[in-house]
């Protein structure tokens, strides 16, 4: 049994170390050319905690993952962040952290003393030397010595998530949620030494453990994907064939860009084996085109907040789905306990909405330095009043159709109450993107007006009436949107999801 994620790295590099582990535009650097690296990390590090937060202050790339690697061999936790941040964010997101350390380089050290970070605290990677004096199994045996004493539920690295006041959430993530998830996605997917994994998420987006530690568990080489690649799609298909990645786990807003631009061939991704998905919604039309046109591809569609370790639930995708069906959520990940409780806490029935809830061993500890969200999130189970059982209120309504499998319909706070009915704007986003000239799409709802708006990407702007028309023989008179707005592009955020905080202030100000 694991105690924590550095099992994983331990047996690779005696069993692959000579392996590439990661490639980016930086080069190229062999597994246990990134364990000599990070042992080296982790002695400057212990000195300065144990089982205290790490901020790696790097941006995307080799550096940034040995410096994972370095912290967690120190027995410390890290945390990520995204450079790009507003100044107040970031500002917030040191405050809360308090870090025992700041892994960086110092070519950043003006930007965080401006910040108010305290220099004291800075660690620059250029400084740290390879370990070279020491065999492998040397370095491992005295590795051992502070890793041994980890338990799975000491924290494995913090990840921070927008909060609705504000104040970024800094969600804590034990090892034991890592380790489930990834023995899981080890047998669901498959992945083996001779995969070479595609990276797409920045390392501060949770979706980017899963890429990571099925690299480390399997000897698989990790290949961080230029960001600027993904704004053309062309340039990112060919990026893949040139490098034989065999795996990759996009956010849908990749997916469909390809799919517009309509840039695959038939007989393309010759080594592209398994294409994963999760992050938000994925129109099946354009999954469909992908499906159409690479037919031998294994595609799974993953969901589940941070708060859980990435991932709950799963469907490997079984047909090609008609534009207007919902592509299930599937079924929960081994060791993930899924309740769907309606309106009273009760259990819902076969059909009914109710709010996806999670229970096992995949929660997050909570939020870090910050109890009353936490207690407010992570509460008792409803239905369990013999002992102390945990669940995770994920805010989103689903509900499990006739085969048993979850679908999902919106967010809990996208429901609304209009015209003396109970909506899901994502039911409307649903069919809304079902139409033909409509590529992507966002539902928002404006309170005052009592107004629901659609805003839409597509080739060209579509004339009212023949939205109004369109949705008319999919909706309901009354969940058809009385405002209709094209756009050139929806807004996306950092980790590719459409930016829907952004589109609300424009779009549905009170003021």
């Known amino acids: 049994m694991r105690n924590s994620v550095v099992e994983f790295l331990y047996q690779t590099v005696m069993e692959n170390g000579r392996k590439t582990g990661i490639a980016g535009v930086e080069g190229r650097l062999t597994f246990e050319d990134i364990f000599r690296k990070a042992y080296g990390l982790a002695g400057r590090l212990q000195s300065r905690g144990v089982n205290a937060p790490v901020m790696v ?4 790339g080799i550096d940034a993952v040995v410096s994972f690697a370095g912290i967690l061999l120190s027995g410390n936790f890290y945390a990520p962040v995204d450079l790009r941040s507003p100044r107040n964010r970031m500002q917030k997101i040191l405050s809360n952290l308090a870090p025992a350390a700041i892994v960086t380089r110092k070519e950043f050290e003006k930007d965080l003393c401006s910040l108010g970070a305290e220099k004291s605290s800075f660690l620059y990677f250029e400084d740290v030397e390879r370990e070279d ?57 498959k992945v083996d030494q001779n995969d070479i994994i595609g990276n797409q998420a920045p390392l501060y987006f949770d979706n980017s453990t899963l890429d990571l530690y099925l690299s480390w568990s399997t000897g698989a080489t990790l290949d961080l994907i230029p960001e600027g690649v993904f ?14 990645i065999t795996l990759v786990f996009f956010v849908p807003s990749v997916l469909v860009s390809v799919s517009r631009m309509n840039v695959l061939k038939s007989g393309c991704l010759p080594d592209l084996k398994t294409i994963v998905f999760a992050g938000e919604v994925m129109p099946t039309k354009h999954l469909g085109y992908w499906q159409r046109m690479l037919p031998d591809k294994s595609y799974v569609h993953l969901y589940g907040p941070t708060e859980i370790t990435v ?39 076969r059909g009914e909405y109710g709010e996806l809830c999670v229970r096992g061993s995949s929660l997050a500890l909570g939020y870090w330095r910050d109890d009353e969200k936490t207690r407010a999130a992570f509460v008792q189970n409803p239905l369990q009043n013999g002992y102390f059982d945990r669940i995770y209120r994920t805010g989103d309504i689903v509900y499990e159709n006739e085969k048993g499998q979850i679908i999902f319909v919106g967010r809990k706070d996208s429901q609304i109450k209009h015209m003396g009915y109970r909506i899901e ?62 756009l050139e592009r929806l807004p996306v955020n950092q980790n590719g999801k459409i930016d829907r905080s952004t589109l609300k202030n424009l779009y549905c100000n009170e003021n």
């Not at 704004?231 to 060919?238: C, D, K």
């Not at 928002?444 to 702007?461: A, C, D, F």
Request: charged share 25%; net charge negative; hydrophobic share 35%.
């Open 57 to 60: 202050y790097l941006p995307k």
């Open 311 to 349: 991932d709950c639930t799963y469907f490997i995708v079984d047909r090609i789905y008609d534009p207007s069906e919902s592509l299930p959520i599937g079924y929960p990940c081994r060791n993930s306990g899924i309740l769907i409780l309606n309106q009273d806490d009760r259990l819902a029935v």
């Open 425 to 486: 704007l994502g039911e409307i986003e649903l069919a809304a993107g079902s139409l033909p000239n409509v590529e992507k799409c966002c539902v928002l709802y404006h309170g005052s007006r009592k107004e629901i708006l659609l805003l839409y990407e597509g080739p060209q702007e579509v004339p009212v009436s023949d939205l109004r028309r369109s949705l008319s023989n999919l909706l309901p008179g009354y969940m058809v949107p009385r405002k209709f707005r094209h």
């Open 133 to 189: 004096g020491l065999s492998l199994k040397e370095m491992i045996s005295e590795c051992r010595k502070v890793s041994d004493r980890i338990i799975d539920t000491d924290p494995c690295y913090i990840m921070y998530t927008s909060g609705s006041t504000g104040v970024p959430k800094g969600v804590v993530v034990p090892h034991r949620g890592v380790v489930d998830y990834i023995e899981w996605a080890l047998t669901c997917l």
């Open 231 to 244: 704004s053309f799609p062309a340039r990112l298909v060919e990026y893949m064939e040139n490098r034989g």
